[in-house]
């Protein structure tokens, strides 16, 4: 490169410990940049002669050097020396402080524009007695397109349900996890694939609504032990880390947006249905959809990635508005659910299944482990198409007297399992750990 050339890098300003370490645990944290942070200390040690400025730009700031010597060997010469002292040491050894005065950042004034708007706190009509600022983290990354995505429904119904318990409240995306944070009295963490980096002088609660897919997103004992309270959308994880001699955990079961899920006013029932997404393959498919092919019965799907033969009659659309599903719901008399394996194994109960109950229809999934036994008369488990065929007999043979019974069983659910009931025992929780706290 000419000597009037300009190299320009990025990652050399860490957002964290655990994202400046060498080797990438996507159990701490999912933003890494690795150790490039030590090639700023080098330069200005070995280097001087280089001008160098380290612009304080997000996410991990951007270097530039300039009057370069192409000619200059300093660094060759001192390849060993560099290896031997800067390969080993870490962030936290090196020390916070120190790499400040070396990065030596420059402020950059009107970047806003290539950024999003920070999130705002959406204030309660009523504030409580003792309000909360509550920050609901999403394990969904970005903010584009949210209305599509499903976590970013649920979080949209559990800040209604704080602010309608006088509390305010801000959704932040995985992006925005970090960002403008003053203020905050709690953060709650909804709990899917993992990663949330615990913020000081925030507390944190963790809601894990489902196991990640894969083995490094699994729920870690570091995790349980960091947080304020953590709560378990599964029966069986809650025992499994009770029986660790965890106390700071609890059941807080997944639920439903009573808005949106709810029972008919007339009802007029007919069909299969089932919504969601093939997250399996071309040649591969979600274990209740292939259930009703061997079945040889007729589901209507709603979802992306269904391009198998068989399936393609049975595919309604690829995207409905999450505010549409409560009328399809209604107007179903089966719903179709199924599970990931961590989930189905795990007792991850789908908020799917929550929906479709609350809205009065019947339904069949797959066997997932610990099924709570209030859900059991309306929650038809199979493994087989032979499991899957007597289900639906069941249901098609169902009396008036029985579909009366499954009315009131749904109103018992209408008063426990709505999301807005479980922001008001989240926000409660909080408000006794601030207590404790104080």
């Given amino acids: 490169m000419a000597s009037d050339g300009v190299i320009a890098m990025h990652d050399c300003v860490p957002m964290s410990y655990a994202a400046a370490e060498r080797d990438w645990d996507k159990t701490k944290t999912r933003r890494w940049t690795g150790d490039v942070w030590k090639i700023i200390p080098i330069l200005r040690t070995y280097r001087p002669d280089l001008?160098?400025?380290?612009?304080?730009?997000?996410?991990?700031?951007?270097?530039?050097?300039r009057n370069l010597q192409p000619g200059n060997t300093d660094l060759q010469t001192a390849y060993?020396?560099?290896?031997?002292?800067?390969v080993p040491i870490t962030l936290e050894e090196f020390g916070l402080a120190e790499l400040k005065n070396t990065l030596k950042l420059v402020q950059v004034e009107e970047i806003a524009s290539f950024q999003d708007e920070p999130v705002a706190w959406e204030i309660p009509e009523s504030p409580a007695a003792h309000s909360l600022k509550i920050a609901i983290k999403t394990p969904k990354a970005r903010r584009t397109n949210p209305k599509k995505i499903v976590d970013h429904a649920f979080a949209r119904s559990i800040a209604d349900g704080f602010l309608q318990a006088?509390?305010?409240?801000?959704?932040?995306?995985?992006y925005d996890w970090y960002r403008d944070t003053q203020g905050t009295d709690f953060d709650l963490v909804l709990r899917g694939r993992g990663g949330y980096e615990p913020q000081p002088n925030i507390p944190h609660v963790v809601w894990a609504i489902y196991p990640g897919a894969k083995e490094r997103h699994e729920i870690t004992q570091e995790e349980v032990s960091a947080a304020a309270h953590c709560f378990f959308a599964s029966e069986l994880a809650y025992e499994e880390f009770s029986n660790k001699g965890n106390s700071n955990i609890s059941v807080l079961l997944q639920g439903f947006d009573p808005r949106i899920m709810h029972l008919p006013e007339?009802?007029?029932?007919?069909?299969?249905v089932f919504v969601g997404s093939n997250h399996f393959s071309n040649t591969d498919m979600r274990p209740i959809i292939q259930m009703s092919l061997d079945a040889q019965h007729n589901t209507k799907?709603?979802?992306?990635?269904w391009t198998a033969p068989e399936v393609e009659p049975m595919l309604q659309a690829k995207y409905i508005d999450n505010s549409n599903v409560g009328n399809l719901y209604r107007g179903a008399k089966i719903v179709l659910c199924d599970h990931m394996e961590p989930m189905r194994v795990g007792g991850y109960l789908s908020n799917r299944i929550f929906d479709a109950l609350a809205c009065g229809s019947a339904v069949i999934s797959d066997h997932i482990a610990g099924?709570?036994?209030?859900?059991?008369?309306?929650?038809?488990?199979?493994?087989?198409?032979?499991?899957?065929?007597?289900?639906?007999?069941?249901?098609e043979a169902e009396t008036e007297a029985e579909a009366a019974e499954?009315?009131?069983?749904?109103?018992?659910?209408?008063?426990?399992?709505?999301?807005f009931v479980r922001a008001k025992e989240i926000s409660e929780k909080l408000l006794e750990l601030k207590t404790q706290r104080a």
């Fill in 301 to 305: 799907i709603w979802g992306r990635g």
């Fill in 266 to 272: 007339q009802d007029h029932r007919a069909d299969t």
């Fill in 80 to 86: 060993d020396e560099i290896v031997e002292k800067y």
């Fill in 371 to 395: 099924l709570p036994d209030e859900f059991k008369q309306d929650v038809f488990l199979c493994q087989t198409s032979e499991d899957f065929s007597n289900a639906v007999q069941t249901i």
């Fill in 51 to 65: 001008d160098i400025r380290v612009l304080d730009l997000p996410p991990s700031g951007i270097v530039e050097i």
């Fill in 166 to 174: 006088g509390h305010s409240v801000r959704i932040d995306s995985g």
């Fill in 406 to 419: 499954r009315k009131e069983r749904v109103r018992s659910l209408l008063q426990k399992h709505s999301l």
